[in-house]
């Protein structure tokens, strides 16, 4: 049984790429080239992940990335670029993460004069991805639902410290 292209655009479309030649070598060259971007990202993803790791992680990805030398490789590399170059505050993390290793010994222009040494200092584990913050997120929903009426303040003080415990065993 087929789909009917007729029914929608979608159909069509993927109808069209499905009997298109060159997606098995396409794909292939994805692969070859770019097949170790999944594992990076949910090695970002991991909790606890150091930030100097994490910034390892992304140099070692671009530098990757950098090896493909066709068009599309180059055009890849060069967006890469782009985008980490607008990303002020990946610079910052990534001079924070020199301060904390000892690579440097001096504020640059990156880092907001409101930021303390305590501040950096607690950044040695930041996250590079948002991931920290929907685990966050699901967890005090449960706390939080609507079913929870007579849920005491203290009942939520032991809750929430019962879960902190969690995270840092």
């Known amino acids: ?86 990303n002020t505050r990946f610079k910052t993390m990534k001079h924070i993460s020199n301060i904390l290793e000892g690579k440097a010994t001096s504020r640059n222009n990156t880092i907001s004069e409101e930021l303390t040494a305590d501040d950096m200092a607690h950044m040695k584990f930041a996250p590079m991805t948002s991931v920290e913050v929907k685990r966050s997120f699901s967890r005090y929903k449960i706390i939080l639902a609507d079913n929870r009426r007579r849920f005491l303040f203290d009942n939520i003080k032991q809750h929430l410290i019962i879960q902190c415990y969690e995270t840092k065993g």
């Open 1 to 86: 049984m087929g789909f009917d292209k007729e029914d929608a655009v979608a159909i069509e479309n993927v109808q069209k790429l499905l009997n298109d030649n060159n997606l098995e070598l396409n794909l292939t060259f994805i692969k070859a080239n770019y097949g170790n971007l999944a594992k990076y990202i949910t090695t970002l993803e991991t909790s606890r992940l150091s930030l100097a790791d994490a910034i390892n992680i992304i140099a070692q990805e671009q530098n990757e990335i950098g090896t493909d030398n066709s068009s599309i490789g180059k055009s890849i590399k060069k967006k890469l670029e782009v985008v980490i170059e607008k």
